[in-house]
Nanobody, 123 residues
Framework: QVQLVESGGGLVQAGDSLRLSCAAS????????MAWFRQAPGKEREFVGG????????PMADSVKDRFTISRDNDKATVVLQMNTLKPEDTARYYC????????????????WGQGTQVTVSS
């Protein structure tokens, strides 16, 4: 079965960086679009960034562009979210998601989800 396992979350201070990884198995990763979403308590799950099966990135969310980047390694079946200059408003649970070929920007676009990794940014 498909498994997406996120790692790399933690408690950091404002201005710090974190690198989240998502390891995928049970799917044809090289033909999968991957994305990161996040969800803060009491809020809807929101799109952060996505990358298609050949490595083209769709525009990051306005709230994170210029601070976060997404990349993939098809040989290792992993997708990475590099988060720089973190802010307290980035505090959320971060989820990895997958679908075939082209990424979307809403949760309903995705077929597979990980359990998430918590990111907490203190001021």
């Amino acid at each position: 079965q498909v498994q997406l396992v996120e790692s790399g979350g933690g408690l950091v201070q404002a201005g710090d960086s974190l690198r989240l990884s998502c390891a995928a198995s049970g799917l044809t990763f090289s033909r999968s679009a991957m994305a990161w979403f996040r969800q803060a308590p009491g809020k809807e799950r929101e799109f952060v960034g996505g990358i298609n099966w050949v490595g083209n990135i769709i525009p990051m969310a306005d709230s994170v562009k210029d601070r976060f980047t997404i990349s993939r390694d098809n040989d290792k079946a992993t997708v990475v979210l590099q988060m720089n200059t973190l802010k307290p408003e980035d505090t959320a649970r971060y989820y990895c998601a997958a679908r075939q070929f082209m990424p979307g920007r809403i949760p309903a676009d995705y077929d597979y989800w990980g359990q998430g990794t918590q990111v907490t940014v203190s001021s």
